[in-house]
């Protein structure tokens, strides 16, 4: 069984490229060339020069002591919320800045619901001084004003989405627009294992830092490379396609991606991908995807922005049926109380994202020798306005 792409773009039966024809020079341009290109020696040098010393890695994998003690077992955190812009997704913007330029392009578009995969693109075209649109829906820009303030900033153009529900998925349809109208100079960075191939095999690509450092640094602290168990939540998957791109084909490694159930799986506010979700085809990928019965899209719920997506990347999708990972769902409730739990045991403040993998403490059992890594995707600065309005802090 292979977790991976095959030369087609599938994991299993999830993936393809479904897109409009439209589209398909620019998605074929990158196709033929983002291996190639990502193979060679000066794309993987100055890759692993920005990722050292522009996002700061390697990252820790910190032995959390008092969590381990408290839950009787080991529990290392692989310190992504020490990325500069405080999250994992500048790994993938840096990958992709640097595909851009190889390709020649000089503008650079992106959608963003949240903000957070805005702020990290912005970044990184000030970094390389190019041209930089980031999509966002009207609603979001109004919800997310710290970070549209972020993105002016670093230099960026905020464009506002106004059809539909002003939201994600209308400004991904205002980039994917933009992209048909310019293909020549256009580069699309997309925020997630999503998106149509070669998008999710690349970004895992890019975040797969993650768990190549993991295996390093296990090693130099236990004599083992691999872990008993690896824990990331999954939005779009791309946290979670770093750290077990690495443990895929080492069957005792034990994948657990966790999913936000917000009111509850069966609430009717959720986004519990992979429990409510069924076959169908998203962003230019074939996944499981929430929708009503007639196959339009349904939205999602979770009091964290960066999981409130209804899909999954095919990867995930992938993982979950051949049941490679577990996935388990955990709510706003257990994830908020997490955020207070980690910050006061352990003095890390949280993203609320990442606050969702630590509730697997409370709903597995692990034994005192086994290693439990968890992806600590975020920290929580971003979202102290909504622990200050949940917790009346
Ligand atoms: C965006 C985000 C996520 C969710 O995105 P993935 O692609 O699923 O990783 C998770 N954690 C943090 C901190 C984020 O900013």
Redesign the pocket.
């Known amino acids: 069984m292979s977790y991976h792409v095959n030369e087609k773009g599938f994991y299993g039966n999830f993936g393809g490229a479904f897109i409009p024809e439209m589209l398909y020079p620019n998605v074929e341009e990158l196709r033929q060339n983002y291996l190639k290109i990502s193979a060679e020696p000066s794309f993987q040098e100055e890759f692993k020069y920005l990722l050292k010393d522009y996002v700061g890695r390697p990252t820790p994998l910190y032995f959390a002591e008092r969590l381990s003690k408290e839950y009787n077992t080991k529990v290392y955190l692989k310190r992504e919320d020490l990325c500069h812009t405080g999250?994992?997704?500048v790994n993938n913007t840096i990958g992709q800045i640097l595909m851009a330029k190889k390709l020649g392009k000089t503008r650079i578009i992106a959608e963003t619901g949240a903000g957070?995969?805005g702020v990290a693109t912005a970044t990184v075209c000030a970094l390389m001084g190019l041209e930089c649109i980031v999509y966002m829906g009207e609603v979001d820009i109004k919800r997310q004003a710290p970070n549209v303030a972020r993105m002016k900033m670093l230099g960026a153009e905020v464009r506002p989405a106004t059809s539909g529900s002003k939201t994600l998925k209308d400004a991904t349809n205002e980039a994917i627009r933009d992209w048909i109208n310019n293909p020549e100079n256009t580069y699309y960075i997309i925020?997630?294992?999503v998106g149509p191939h070669p998008y999710p095999d690349m970004v895992a690509r890019f975040q797969a830092v993650i768990s190549e450092e993991i295996k390093q640094q296990l090693l130099e602290k236990e004599g083992r490379e691999n872990p008993d168990y690896v824990v990331a939540?999954?939005?779009?998957?791309?946290?979670?396609a770093g750290t077990f791109y690495h443990f895929l084909d080492d069957h005792e490694v034990k994948i657990i991606a966790v999913e936000a159930a917000g009111l509850g799986v069966d609430s009717g506010e959720s986004a519990a991908t992979s429990a409510l979700g069924k076959i169908g085809v998203i962003h230019g990928s074939k996944t499981l995807l929430m929708q009503s019965a007639d196959g339009q899209i349904t939205e999602p719920y979770s009091i964290s922005a960066?999981?409130d997506y209804p899909g999954v990347g095919p990867m995930h999708a992938h993982l979950f049926e051949t049941k490679r990972a577990d996935f388990i769902a955990i709510t706003d409730e257990d994830a908020m109380n997490w955020g207070i739990k980690l910050s006061k045991t352990e003095g890390i403040i949280p993203?609320i994202?990442?606050a969702h993998a630590f509730a697997v403490l409370d709903k597995m059992k692990f034994k005192p020798e086994d290693i439990v890594v968890i992806n600590l995707?975020?920290r929580g600065d971003k979202d102290l306005n909504t622990y200050i309005d949940y917790f009346k802090l």
């Open positions: 999250a994992h997704k957070q995969h925020g997630s294992v939540c999954v939005g779009g998957g791309s946290n979670a960066g999981l993203a994202e990442t995707s975020g």
